[in-house]
């Protein structure tokens, strides 16, 4: 599953939740970018 977050700062963030066959859940950060800053 991906997890989206965007933050009141501008920040978005992506995150992957895998779960395995125990049970228990692993967040990882995909990528983090400042959304209100110009490329």
């Given at each position: 599953?991906s997890?989206?977050?965007?933050?009141?700062?501008?920040?978005?963030?992506?995150?992957?939740?895998?779960?395995?066959?125990?049970g228990?859940?692993?967040?990882?950060?995909?990528?983090?970018f400042?959304?209100?800053?110009?490329?």
């Open positions: 599953a997890i989206f977050i965007l933050s009141y700062n501008g920040y978005f963030q992506e995150y992957s939740l895998t779960l395995n066959d125990s228990i859940s692993t967040w990882k950060l995909e990528r983090e400042n959304l209100l800053i110009r490329m």
